[in-house]
């Protein structure tokens, strides 16, 4: 049996069971891409209190929704009204920054 060593430095320790994901920072995942329909982002983020912004915008960077949300759940973005095409979804929690792609096909 091998011992664990000592901590001697009074730093915080985080412990991980494996339960859950270890987050880093703001993670954004898009489901279906492409799509036809709707399109799910999937945020998870290590800080639970501070809002998400979410504005998605054409290729021109003209912004077509924006909405702002609570941290680790599944936004739906609805692009009923969106033509074929790309277009990009930035994600904003406090100073972190993602951008993702989002093709719209018909």
């Given amino acids: 049996m091998s011992e664990v060593p000592a901590l001697t430095n009074n ?3 985080e412990v991980v069971t494996g339960k859950e994901p270890l987050v880093t920072g703001l993670t954004v995942d898009v489901l279906p891409n492409p799509s036809t329909t ?3 982002l999937v945020l998870i983020s290590k800080q639970r ?3 998400v912004t979410v504005r998605a915008m054409d290729l021109n960077g003209r912004t077509i929704s924006a909405t702002k949300h609570v941290p680790n759940m599944n936004i739906k973005v609805s692009d009923a009204k969106w033509s074929r ?3 990009v979804a930035e994600i904003k929690q406090g100073g972190e920054r993602k ?3 989002l ?3 018909k």
């Fill in 11 to 13: 730093e915080p320790v």
């Fill in 85 to 87: 095409g790309v277009f």
């Fill in 99 to 101: 951008i993702v792609r």
């Fill in 103 to 105: 093709v719209k096909v």
């Fill in 38 to 40: 709707d399109f799910t």
């Fill in 49 to 51: 209190i501070t809002p």
